[in-house]
């Protein structure tokens, strides 16, 4: 009977549950559903109102720069092309905007498209998607009115591992759901499957296709010394192929390690364009000098006494002159008075703490667009200057306890340079900014027309003078899409036929002129040879300039052995940003800004069992080893009855007299557990010796094995022939092999880091020729071999 009560019990509890939740799910999916409608239904009111008031204003401004959306409807019906581009640091973004200037300038309505702010995708994802195909303008397509060539130029960097930047993944996404439903009707959509692996479509209930009639063309940016370059491109291109897409132009890959990404873009561009007009039958003008409109609103923030700001909000679209940005500037703006967002005081108001960088929310990690500020602990060169080029090597130790950073052995740490005080004097001495402008907070607005809004696209409402240490990149090598758009705006016919000449030379040559006549290795350097070109509003220059990007390090300590402190090893340079930067200009006890990229390259938490590890990591790419080691030592401690197997280590540079410069924590670790004990104890507070000082035991328990049971260096100039890690690998291949093939513990694990170019290909070579040669593999089957390892996560590499 009991029994029976139970089970009545259980069976009515279970029932109410199910109806609760079937009931609770109806709900929600209901106010989904009312949601999106509502939103789509207010997105629409809030366009027309936006274009009712832009009809007020003098048109011809608004248009010109209004950003994405509104070029996007006001081509409806029109050729336009739209270059949508996927970026990460900005390269992409660089070179779309540079075509899309070439094309309006040519003639062609143009759209840019950022996709993660392009309404036409909003308006797509809460639109009944069945009825309408990703690609057709809405409006077109609903009211059925003949469409001229849609046109869709995508630009697209590859991030992570293969996979497509942030700003893009959502587009590509769809596009990937699109050509699934099209080509498989009955697969769910929640299952997103990859662009190559697809089913193939049947004949009989396959709708349409979604990229039917759109011409396209596919441009990659990438790094060859990455395992999948440029596979954003290629994915994005085969999905357009798959969708029914009519190409217009192979694809074009730009490999950021060659140096000739924008010279190779050019010539893909060229080809593009001429597609256009055979393919599209577009008619292409030649061209002016005249310079491009800017696609943003640059604006002075006059707060106090230096001017009374505008109290109606009142902003110019006009970027202000450099010259003469101050009061006059205002009273032009009051009186042109062209985009009058909304009544918006609060929005004058600089913020508070004028950081480049607004700090990371509560909660959330520091990152690229929060970054947090951690204060150099210590600064230690490591090495004498080289003579070969003058650089050396330093140590730097952060402390970064409050700010949310958390990170691991293996992980990168990032930094923030900044512009050196002489270069953002030079730039502002060649525009004639007034040095009373320097102080006022600046934005840089793009223009959200569904909204009404302004939106300042710096990181941060700051100084001038900040956005001109912090966020515009004086010293890089100039980007050709800056350059182009500063020769146009050339007073002088000589300076303006000489700007082009230059641009046109190929980068090579570019290089040679430049040392034949005066160096022009920065945009400065051009600003100064050009002076007529110096009459670009500062607006426009701010916008066509490339950004600051962080620079990564290898991170050379472990959270378990060294708490909230992280430590990098650095070459610093004679030149180049950031070794200018932290070489020259940080010291102990200063600040910078900076966020942690977590990487793949770890020690697994089982390293027992005798797995063996081996190591590889010549000049600075020791800096990741001795994080691992840290990480190693301080699981050893943890641990101490698990079974470790052997950790071989291989370090390479020019001269052991100056240049091992990890030789302490290398001699420590390959000590044998006593002798470590007894050395830790004889140099307490070393460097080298922190797990131990920070262990709980204390004294520190004995590990139950050395940390590097094998080592070896190679220094490359100390005798005639020249010998290198790869050589070390052949000398020990008879007990690499024997790791490299063992099962213990999973098996070996790989670890290498250092330079890219030539030493990781290097190594691959010389594994490849050891597996051929101890283990009698075919050079294909060893390639295979090392190929499985990478898949497996078992060969990992950090290289740059
Ligand atoms: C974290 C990171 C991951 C990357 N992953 C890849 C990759 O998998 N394949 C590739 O070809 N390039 C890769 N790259 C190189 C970029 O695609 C290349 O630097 C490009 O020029 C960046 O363009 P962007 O500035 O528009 O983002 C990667 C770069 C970074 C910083």
Request: aromatic share 8%.
């Amino acid at each position: 009977m009991q029994k029976r009560v139970f089970a009545f019990v259980g069976l009515l509890a279970l029932g109410t549950t199910s109806v609760v939740v079937l009931l609770r799910h109806r709900r929600t999916q209901r106010e989904r559903r009312e949601f999106a409608e509502r939103y789509a239904k207010q997105l629409r009111a809030a366009r027309e109102v936006h274009k009712q008031s832009l009809l007020g204003f003098s048109g011809d401004n608004v248009s010109h720069h209004s950003v994405d959306v509104s070029e996007t409807e006001k081509d409806e019906n029109g050729a336009v092309v739209h270059v949508i581009y996927g970026s990460e640091s900005g390269n992409a973004e660089a070179l779309a905007k540079g075509f899309a200037i070439s094309l309006r300038d040519r003639g062609v309505q143009t759209a840019l498209v950022d996709p993660s702010r392009w309404a036409y995708l909003e308006e797509y994802l809460y639109s009944n998607k069945e009825n309408v195909p990703l690609f057709h303008p809405i409006k077109a397509a609903a009211n059925g009115a003949a469409r001229a060539p849609l046109v869709y130029i995508f630009i697209v960097a590859t991030a992570g591992e293969g996979e497509p930047t942030g700003n893009f993944i959502s587009l590509f996404h769809e596009m990937q759901l699109a050509v699934q439903k099209a080509t498989t009707p009955t697969a769910s959509s929640s299952a997103v499957a990859s662009a190559a692996d697809t089913p193939a479509p049947t004949a009989t209930t396959r709708p349409e296709l979604p990229f039917k009639d759109i011409y396209h063309a596919v441009f990659g940016l990438g790094d060859s010394s990455y395992k999948y370059y440029c596979r954003c491109a290629t994915d994005t291109n085969t999905l357009l192929k798959k969708g029914g897409g009519i190409n217009l132009h192979r694809v074009g890959f730009g490999d950021a390690r060659s140096g000739l990404q924008e010279d190779v873009f050019d010539e893909w561009q060229e080809q593009v364009m001429k597609a256009l007009e055979e393919k599209c039958g577009l008619v292409l003008t030649t061209g002016t000098r005249a310079p491009p409109k800017p696609e943003y609103v640059f604006r002075y923030l006059y707060a106090g006494a230096t001017a009374t700001p505008d109290a109606a909000g009142t902003t110019t679209t006009d970027a202000a002159p450099s010259s003469s940005a101050t009061k006059a500037d205002i009273n032009t703006t009051k009186e042109s008075g062209r985009i009058i967002a909304e009544p918006r005081e609060n929005s004058i108001q600089p913020s508070p703490a004028r950081l480049p960088f607004p700090p990371p929310p509560a909660l959330l990690e520091p990152s690229l667009l929060n970054p947090a500020r951690i204060r150099v602990l210590s600064k230690v060169q490591l090495t004498p200057p080289r003579d070969s080029d003058g650089s050396s090597v330093y140590r730097f130790c952060f402390e970064t306890a409050g700010t949310g950073i958390s990170y691991q052995a293996g992980d990168h740490l990032s930094i923030f340079p900044t512009n050196p005080p002489e270069m953002v004097a030079r730039c502002a001495a060649a525009l004639a900014i007034p040095e009373s402008d320097l102080g006022v907070p600046v934005e840089l607005c793009r223009l959200v027309p569904s909204r009404g809004l302004l939106h300042n696209v710096l990181p941060a409402c700051v100084p001038l003078s900040v956005v001109l240490q912090c966020y515009v990149d004086l010293c890089g090598r100039p980007k050709k899409s800056t350059l182009r758009v500063l020769a146009k705006y050339c007073t002088a016919p000589a300076e303006q036929e000489e700007f082009f000449r230059l641009i046109s030379l190929p980068a090579g040559h570019q290089g040679e002129e430049a040392a034949k006549s005066r160096k022009l290795r920065t945009v400065v350097d051009y600003l100064e040879k050009f002076p007529s070109c110096c009459c670009i509003p500062l607006g426009h220059l701010i916008e066509v300039m490339p950004r600051i990007q962080p620079r990564f390090y290898s991170i050379a300590s472990d959270r378990l052995s060294h708490g909230t402190q992280v430590e990098i090893m650095v070459r610093v340079l004679t030149d180049g940003l950031a070794s200018s930067y932290l070489g020259h200009r940080v010291h102990e006890g200063d600040e910078v800004f900076s966020y942690v990229r977590i990487s793949s390259f770890h020690l697994p938490q089982r390293i027992s069992e005798g797995r063996p590890l081996l190591m590889i990591g010549p000049g600075t790419g020791a800096a990741a080893m001795m994080g691992l080691c840290y990480k190693k030592e301080a699981l050893m401690r943890k641990q101490p009855t698990a079974q470790y197997g052997p950790t071989m280590f291989l370090f390479g540079a020019q001269h052991r007299a100056t240049e091992y410069f990890v030789e302490d924590e290398v001699r420590r670790w390959s000590m044998t557990p006593e002798e470590m004990r007894t050395w830790d104890a004889a140099n307490q507070g070393s460097h080298a010796g922190v797990a131990a000082h920070r262990s709980k035991a204390q004294p520190p328990a004995l590990l139950p094995t050395s940390v590097i049971t094998h080592h070896d260096s190679a220094f490359s100039r100390d005798q005639e022939k020249k010998i290198y890690v790869t050589d070390l690998i052949e000398k020990h291949k008879d007990q690499i092999y024997d790791m490299l093939t063992s099962t213990c513990g999973g098996g070996c694990l790989v670890y290498l880091s250092g330079d890219a170019s030539f030493m990781a290909k290097d190594v691959d070579r010389a594994l490849s020729a050891l597996l051929q040669n101890k283990g009698g593999m075919t050079r294909i089957v060893s390639l295979e071999f090392l190929r499985r390892m990478e898949a497996d996560h078992r060969y990992l590499k950090d290289v740059y």
